[in-house]
C-alpha cells in the first residue's frame, strides 16, 4: 500500500478505530460487509445472515459519551488527504465544499473530533444471537462470502459528531491563518457553522445539525468446524486490528447506507453489481 492510501486510512488507528473514509450518517451497528477476491460489497444486517433465531437481534445502545476519543486530534495529515477528509466533511454535513479550497496553502491538517457520541453492540449478544439461530449458508449473496477466499465483516461500533475542528499549518512549527470572513461567507446562513478557537490554536470548527459516523470497529465472521461436531460448521467471531479496513460512504451511497469497503489492496471505488 503507499504511504497516502496509508495515511489515510490509518489516522483514527492509534485511538482504536477503523476509519470511515467519507463520514456520514449512514452507517450503524449490525452491519455486515464481505470481500471475496478484492471485491467488496454491502451484505446487509445481521438477520440477514440468520433464519428461525430464538434470540431477538441485539439492540445497539447509542448516544455513549465517547470519553476514549472526544477532544483528541489527528496527527498532521498530508495536504491531499486532509483537504480529501475536510471536503467530505462538509459534503456529509451539508455545507460548501468550497471551504476546503481555503486551506490548500497549508502543507498539513489536523483534525479534532468534538462532542462525540458512540453506538455500540455488545459481543456476548451477537454470540447468543448467532447461536440461536440458523445461518443461511446457501443464500444468494451470502454464500459467496463463505467460500474459500471471502471474508464477512460486522461492525459492532460507530463514532459520530456534529462538529470537526481543523487546524491548518504551513510548516512543522507554524500555522496558517485561513481567512475566516471568506469561510464564513461561503457557509452564509445554511446548515454548517464555523467559529475559530480563541485558546491560541488557531483552530477553526465547523459544526453542522447531523452527526456523522468518522470511525468504527469491527470484527470478522469466520467460519470454523464446530468443535463437537465436525461434520458442522458455524460462525465465530475474530477480532480485527484497529486501522486494518475502512469503509467509504461516497456521496450517493450514504443516501442508501451502502459502504465501500477497502483494505491493503487499496480502496474500492464502487460496490460491484449495487443498485
Known sequence: MGYCVDRSVRYLSDMGYNVVR???????????????????????KLDDLVEDATETLPVPVKNVEAADINGKQTSKLPLSIGIDLLS?????LGGNVKVAAEFEAARTLQFQFTNVSKSLVNLADIGRYLDSGTIRWDATGIREFFEPGGTLYLVTTTVASPSFGVT???SRSAKLEV?????????????????????????????GQVSLVFGFTCVELAVTEHPKHQDELRLTIRPVRSGEVALSLGEDQAKDAKPVLFSDSGLITEIPGAT
Open 22 to 44: 467519507h463520514p456520514s450518517a449512514g452507517l450503524e451497528p449490525l452491519h455486515v460487509f464481505g470481500e471475496l477476491r478484492g471485491e467488496f460489497a454491502n451484505v446487509g
Open 88 to 92: 467530505a466533511v462538509m459534503t456529509g
Open 168 to 170: 491548518a499549518h504551513k
Open 179 to 207: 481567512d475566516v470572513p471568506v469561510i464564513e461567507g461561503l457557509l452564509g446562513d445554511g446548515n454548517v457553522s464555523a467559529g475559530v478557537d480563541t485558546s491560541g490554536e488557531s483552530q477553526m470548527t465547523f459544526a
